[in-house]
T-cell receptor
């Protein structure tokens, strides 16, 4: 399976701290995306990084991609209680027809 | 508002009783997909559709059917639900051109007893 794996499974930090979560995947990809899921709700797209990019920023989010290691990281700076959610990476392989989601990192930001 | 609408939000049913979960999107997206989410397993793709009348199996299609008669609708059909289909289901859609980014519905929590 192409399914990615996020690490850690769960992360708890204080408000204002930075949160870093990692994603590893198995085969070559076109691009990698990160999604957020608030408890039991639908996933919301956060940011996309293409396979030929190494780093991308969007507001307080920073994503890196290392295709040689087949891994990506998501950094959330200056975290807020509202960032409490599960975060998933998603990859689409060369065919582009199917998405594969990781198992998610559950982030808790303590006010 | 651009959105994917799933119904119902919650459903409790009995084993063997056919049910349909509806999904509709108003963004003129070609690509639609169904996922199920189970603890520890993440999201797994059930079926997807590249366009009207074009559907294909995902990773876990057994026990499910789909149809795509209209571009906006992509219902998920469980002909004879079983308890192992108890799960949280999501419909999602995206434009066909790369890169694909998904818009998700709010989810349907299904319990089969």
């Amino acid at each position: 399976s192409q399914q990615g794996e996020e690490d850690p499974q769960a992360l708890s930090i204080q408000e204002g701290e930075n949160a870093t979560m990692n994603c590893s995947y198995k085969t070559s990809i076109n691009n990698l995306q990160w999604y957020r899921q608030n408890s039991g709700r639908g996933l919301v797209h956060l940011i996309l990084i293409r396979s030929n990019e190494r780093e991308k920023h969007s507001g307080r989010l920073r994503v890196t991609l290392d295709t040689s290691k087949k891994s990506s990281s998501l950094l959330i700076t200056a975290s807020r209680a509202a960032d409490t959610a599960s975060y998933f990476c998603a990859t689409d392989v060369n065919t582009g027809n199917q998405f594969y989601f990781g198992t998610g990192t559950s982030l808790t930001v303590i006010p | 508002e651009a959105q994917v609408t799933q119904n119902p939000r919650y459903l409790i049913t009995v084993t063997g009783k056919k049910l349909t979960v509806t999904c509709s999107q108003n963004m003129n997206h070609e690509y639609m997909s169904w996922y199920r989410q189970d603890p520890g397993l993440g999201l797994r793709q059930i079926y997807y559709s590249m366009n009207v009348e074009v559907t294909d199996k995902g990773d876990v299609p057994e026990g499910y059917k789909v149809s795509r008669k209209e571009k906006r609708n992509f219902p998920l059909i469980l002909e004879s639900p079983s308890p192992n289909q108890t799960s949280l289901y999501f419909c999602a859609s995206s434009q066909r051109r790369t890169p694909y980014t998904y818009t998700f519905g709010s989810g349907t929590r299904l319990t089969v007893v």
